[in-house]
Nanobody, 120 residues
Framework: QVQLVESGGGLVQPGGSLRLSCAASGSTASIVVMAWYRQAPGKQRELVARYTKNVDSTTYADSVKGRFTISRDSPKNMVYLQMNNLKPEDAAVYYC?????????????WGQGTQVTVAS
């Protein structure tokens, strides 16, 4: 089991920046994927950024490339999402997601979400 707690959401003006944080606890040694998703009202949850540990690879949604950066502090079991040049369309609830590999099976865990509002 992995428990995830996000923080760092809030209200920001267009063009501004926010950094989201996600703290993981529990079976963190088996984490193989760290990711951020978001869900705006009336829309499906979408992948924002994803880090895959075994290939040391990071991917981003086209809509955030060049503006958002996913990073991690492995010793602290933290993952971050630095969001720059925020746009109104970035407003959503942002979720931290992690996957663990245990007993040859992938397990998916979600945080509770943190609201990001972009408005002037």
């Amino acid at each position: 089991q992995v428990q995830l707690v996000e923080s760092g959401g809030g209200l920001v003006q267009p063009g501004g920046s926010l950094r989201l944080s996600c703290a993981a606890s529990g079976s963190t040694a088996s984490i193989v994927v760290m990711a951020w998703y978001r869900q705006a009202p009336g829309k499906q949850r979408e992948l924002v950024a994803r880090y895959t540990k075994n290939v040391d690879s990071t991917t981003y949604a086209d809509s955030v490339k060049g503006r958002f950066t996913i990073s991690r502090d492995s010793p602290k079991n933290m993952v971050y999402l630095q969001m720059n040049n925020l746009k109104p369309e970035d407003a959503a609830v942002y979720y931290c997601e992690m996957e663990t590999l245990q007993n040859s099976r992938l397990w998916q865990y979600w945080g509770q979400g943190t609201q990001v509002t972009v408005a002037s």
